[in-house]
Nanobody
Framework: QVRLVESGGRSVQAGGSLRLSCAASGYTYVSNCMGWVRQAPGKEREVVAS????????YYADSVKGRFTISHDNDVKTVYLRMDSLKPEDTAMYYC???????????????????WGQGTQVTVSS
C-alpha cells in the first residue's frame, strides 16, 4: 500500500523559509514522478513542483520559480520542498503526490498524480 506522509508545515512570516518533507513507502518502482500540490481555500488546486526520481528532472509552476526547490532522496524515499522568500499568497494546504512507474519525460507540471498524502498546512503572514 502506497503511503505518503508530509511534515514541516507551520506558520511563518513573509520573506521566511520552510522545508516540507514527504516520506514515501509501500512501493518498489525506481522511476516515479513525485510532486507537491497546494490548495488554498476558494482557489484551484495547483501543482507547484514535480520531480522525476530517475534523472531528477524538475518542473515548477511560474508562481514559485526561483523561490521553491524540489528534491528527492532515493535512499530514504523522501521528497522535499524547500520554500524561500515566502509570500502571503503561498498560504495553502500542501500535499505530497506521486505517480509510480512513470518515465521521466511524462513527469511534468501537468501530470495527474495517483497517490496523495494527507497534507500539511503552510501559513505565511505579512
Amino acid at each position: 500500500q502506497v503511503r505518503l506522509v508530509e511534515s514541516g508545515g507551520r506558520s511563518v512570516q513573509a520573506g521566511g523559509s520552510l522545508r516540507l518533507s514527504c516520506a514515501a513507502s509501500g512501493y518498489t518502482y525506481v522511476s516515479n514522478c513525485m510532486g507537491w500540490v497546494r490548495q488554498a481555500p476558494g482557489k484551484e488546486r495547483e501543482v507547484v513542483a514535480s520531480i522525476s526520481t530517475s534523472g531528477g528532472i524538475t518542473y515548477y509552476a511560474d508562481s514559485v520559480k526561483g523561490r521553491f526547490t524540489i528534491s528527492h532522496d532515493n535512499d530514504v524515499k523522501t521528497v522535499y520542498l524547500r520554500m524561500d522568500s515566502l509570500k502571503p499568497e503561498d498560504t495553502a494546504m500542501y500535499y505530497c503526490a506521486a505517480s509510480l512507474n512513470v518515465r521521466w519525460y511524462r513527469c511534468t507540471i501537468g501530470i495527474e498524480f495517483d497517490y496523495w498524502g494527507q497534507g500539511t498546512q503552510v501559513t505565511v503572514s505579512s
